[in-house]
């Protein structure tokens, strides 16, 4: 018979709460290991070595994610299959690589008989494990250690909280080392130039700001008629106001300035556009990324931005409705 709703919703929470506590644990419990075992993945790193991950069964799926993580973060590291490491994939070893040997138990057959062999290579060790004084913990130079109170299954069984706890902090390790290299989100960009992700970090103002007939700009001196009947024809919420002399940002011109514009008397349309125009307007640089564009959208909570040039000229138009992709990030 299948749980009611309420028992469903119960044992979810027992779940979390109890995976929750592992995390508190582990958290409780960091003390100078992980900051040696920290320094000897920033040493690796930095020398130009590679981070070597390895794990049995649930753990070599951890192994394998935070591999991805920290290829993610520029930080080389493979996954080693403890199994195939017997049979020709030691190869990818070298002297001064770092190993990270993921076994909650830390009694992993295969990850111990793995360690000599490591060794012999020049590969330093570190066991990542909640069992300080297990075989493999004993066997590496440095120990990652996490707390479990208790696993989340009612068997005891199945890895969760463990498996929970032994990922965060590999994850930990990896963003104290993304901080420590001062990776910048240009940086991040570099790799993960695909996707949804690649296009939010790598895309610039340029490459999405309105221009020639879609950017409306006129002098100063244009009266407010010509001004919305450029920005009707261009299609545009706003216009970019400009210094007859030099072509200089002067101010910007909005759909709400038009309609401040309407209550000061019926000659408004004769008024040159500079009496309404919005001075100083809020401007992005031109080769800035467009998540800084969206930034000042949210900051400053305006409809448009223009692009300006080193010399203060307006070249586009940002509408906030170029965006719609960028605002999850």
Same mark, same amino acid.
């Given at each position: 018979?299948? @749980?009611?709703? $309420?028992?469903? /919703?119960?044992? *979810?929470? &027992?779940?979390?709460? !109890?995976?929750?506590? =592992? #995390?508190?644990?582990?958290?409780?419990?960091?003390?100078?290991?992980?900051?040696?075992?920290?320094?000897?993945?920033?040493?690796?790193?930095?020398?130009?070595?590679?981070?070597?991950?390895?794990?049995?069964?649930?753990?070599?799926?951890?192994?394998?994610?935070?591999?991805?993580?920290?290829?993610?973060?520029?930080?080389?590291?493979?996954?080693?299959?403890?199994?195939?490491?017997?049979?020709?994939?030691?190869?990818?070893?070298?002297?001064?690589?770092?190993?990270?040997?993921?076994?909650?138990?830390?009694?992993?057959?295969?990850?111990?008989?793995?360690?000599?062999?490591?060794?012999?290579?020049?590969?330093?060790?570190?066991?990542?494990?909640?069992?300080?004084?297990?075989?493999?913990?004993?066997?590496?130079?440095?120990?990652?250690?996490?707390?479990? @109170?208790?696993? $989340?299954?009612? /068997?005891?069984? *199945?890895? &969760?909280?463990?498996? !929970?706890?032994?990922? =965060? #902090?590999?994850?930990?390790?990896?963003?104290?080392?993304?901080?420590?290299?001062?990776?910048?989100?240009?940086?991040?960009?570099?790799?993960?130039?695909?996707?949804?992700?690649?296009?939010?970090?790598?895309?610039?103002?340029?490459?999405?700001?309105?221009?020639?007939?879609?950017?409306?700009?006129?002098?100063?001196?244009?009266?407010?008629?010509?001004?919305?009947?450029?920005?009707?024809?261009?299609?545009?919420?706003?216009?970019?106001?400009?210094?007859?002399?030099?072509?200089?940002?002067?101010?910007?011109?909005?759909?709400?300035?038009?309609?401040?514009?309407?209550?000061?008397?019926?000659?408004?349309?004769?008024?040159?556009?500079?009496?309404?125009?919005?001075?100083?307007?809020?401007?992005?640089?031109?080769?800035?990324?467009?998540?800084?564009?969206?930034?000042?959208?949210?900051?400053?909570?305006?409809?448009?931005?223009?692009?300006?040039? !080193?010399?203060?000229?307006?070249?586009?138009?940002?509408?906030?409705?170029?965006?719609?992709?960028?605002?999850?990030?």
């Amino acid at each position: 018979m299948s @749980p009611d709703a $309420a028992t469903v /919703l119960a044992q *979810a929470r &027992t779940c979390l709460a !109890t995976e929750r506590a =592992a #995390l508190d644990a582990t958290a409780s419990a960091l003390d100078e290991r992980f900051v040696a075992a920290f320094r000897a993945v920033e040493e690796t790193v930095s020398s130009g070595r590679k981070l070597i991950f390895s794990g049995v069964g649930k753990s070599a799926h951890i192994a394998e994610k935070l591999v991805g993580t920290l290829n993610s973060i520029g930080a080389p590291a493979l996954f080693l299959d403890a199994t195939q490491a017997l049979h020709g994939d030691l190869g990818l070893c070298h002297e001064g690589d770092l190993a990270v040997l993921i076994s909650n138990s830390g009694q992993t057959e295969e990850l111990v008989r793995l360690c000599p062999l490591l060794r012999r290579f020049g590969v330093r060790l570190v066991a990542l494990t909640a069992r300080e004084d297990s075989p493999l913990a004993q066997a590496c130079e440095q120990r990652l250690l996490y707390r479990v @109170p208790a696993e $989340a299954c009612p /068997l005891k069984l *199945a890895p &969760t909280a463990s498996t !929970t706890a032994a990922l =965060a #902090l590999g994850d930990a390790l990896a963003m104290v080392l993304l901080e420590a290299r001062g990776l910048t989100r240009e940086d991040f960009a570099r790799f993960h130039p695909a996707g949804n992700l690649g296009m939010v970090l790598l895309l610039k103002v340029d490459d999405i700001m309105r221009t020639a007939d879609r950017l409306p700009v006129l002098p100063a001196t244009a009266s407010t008629q010509d001004a919305i009947l450029a920005m009707t024809r261009a299609k545009a919420g706003s216009l970019a106001v400009v210094e007859p002399a030099d072509g200089r940002l002067a101010g910007i011109f909005t759909d709400g300035d038009f309609r401040r514009s309407a209550l000061t008397g019926p000659d408004f349309l004769r008024q040159p556009v500079s009496t309404f125009m919005t001075r100083s307007p809020k401007t992005i640089a031109s080769g800035l990324l467009a998540i800084e564009a969206l930034k000042l959208f949210e900051r400053h909570k305006i409809d448009d931005l223009l692009v300006v040039d !080193t010399a203060g000229r307006p070249i586009g138009l940002v509408d906030n409705q170029d965006l719609p992709k960028l605002k999850f990030y």
